[in-house]
């Protein structure tokens, strides 16, 4: 790489990430980590384990951003000295070295940029992730499945806590639904774009003469309600149903009827869970995903009084299909939205999806501008 082409890249890498640090606003960061910390040493911070959990949770992801951040900027400002030194000393190998260091840096700095279009009213919260098995009979039912522990090996590879709220089994193989939260900042602004109808092309595992099955599954992806929210629902407009929890194969995992369907009778929305040996415990996490519900119905009404005016927001509403797996005839992964694909279908579903949730976020950071201008 030519000496002018580096101190061109360079120069833009620095103001790239000058950029990024206005728009995290490094010391407002710094600030609220002190906050925080202040909180976190309180003798009487796990009085409220949810409240304790949520200041350790937000302690820990400003510190790591920052950590992140002021990395990044130290090894963009290492990167003149280590060209210099390498021209000046005609070496081929610290030469090779600073370029390699180059484009490693060009790739971190693209993910951190990723955090700075995420700007929405909700997206710094926490998410719930609805799956449900759509078309395809037992292959839809072990898609979804798939799909549950795609996203779960995701959260698990980003040292993500999630808790899975409510499993619906279906008779054969794989599920008719599931329930689970994300617990880490951003989670929601980061997996709104997975939401949509998924599709996935194969030989069916469960055909005896060995056909080709197309087969799909729902992805919902909500925020996790906070107090500041102003989100009250009447207790007479529930109905409550209470039932033994059942596992795989219909094996009862619970002795006693503490899992509870929760029906919120105005909108016709219903939430279980079952992961609680506590029927309260169970129902106090169903009125959560319920009112999240609630929360992303009240936000798609707003939504849509604002696109009345204009155009929409393109394909990123519940149903509407966005990725093909495709394991037979060939190997393949694509997002219909914004055409990134992988010939990895198994790395996919293992969890690695960060290039497709990065692609979303830009295809969907354009959508805005361009309904916008």
Not at 234 to 246: G, K, P, T
Not at 287 to 308: G, H, P, T
Request: charged residues 30%; proline residues 2%.
């Amino acid at each position: 790489m030519a000496v002018v082409d580096v101190s061109e890249e360079l120069k833009s890498l620095s103001s790239t990430m000058g950029s990024i640090e206005a728009v995290l606003d490094l010391d407002a960061m710094r600030a609220d980590i002190v906050v925080l910390e202040e909180q976190a040493a309180a003798p009487s911070l796990w009085d409220d384990p949810d409240a304790a959990q949520k200041i350790t949770s937000k302690l820990s992801h400003l510190q790591a951003e920052l950590r992140k951040a002021e990395q990044l900027r130290g090894r963009i400002d290492d990167l003149s000295l280590m060209f210099e030194l390498a021209e000046d000393e005609g070496d081929a190998d610290a030469l090779a070295e600073a370029e390699e260091e180059l484009v490693s840096v060009r790739k971190a700095l693209d993910e951190l940029e990723i955090r700075t279009l995420l700007s929405g009213e909700y997206d710094s919260r926490e998410a719930l992730v609805n799956i449900r098995a759509e078309a395809g009979g037992v292959d839809a039912a072990d898609f979804a499945e798939q799909l549950q522990r795609m996203y779960l090996r995701w959260a698990e590879r980003h040292g993500y806590q999630t808790e899975v709220y409510e499993t619906s089994y279906a008779e054969e193989a794989g599920i008719k639904s599931t329930t689970f939260a994300v617990k880490a900042p951003y989670a929601y602004g980061t997996l709104s774009v997975e939401q949509g109808t998924h599709r996935l092309v194969r030989i069916s595992p469960f055909d005896n003469q060995g056909r080709r099955q197309t087969s799909f599954a729902g992805v919902e992806v909500l925020p996790v309600v906070e107090k500041t929210d102003h989100l009250e629902i009447d207790e007479s407009e529930l109905r409550v149903d209470v039932y033994r929890a059942s596992g795989p194969g219909g094996q009862g995992v619970n002795t006693t009827d503490s899992a509870v369907r929760l029906t919120h009778i105005p909108t016709g929305i219903v939430v279980s869970c079952q992961n609680e040996r506590s029927q309260i415990q169970n129902k106090a996490s169903a009125m959560n995903v319920l009112q999240a519900k609630l929360l992303e119905r009240r936000r798609q009404e707003e939504q849509a009084l604002m696109d009345s005016l204009g155009k929409s927001d393109g394909g990123n509403s519940w149903g509407s299909q966005m990725r093909s797996y495709v394991l037979h005839p060939y190997q393949m992964v694509k997002d219909l939205r914004t055409d990134y694909e992988v010939g990895n279908p198994q790395g996919a579903l293992d969890g690695d999806i960060d290039g497709f949730i990065e692609a979303g976020i830009r295809w969907r950071k354009g959508q805005q501008k361009a309904s916008q201008g």
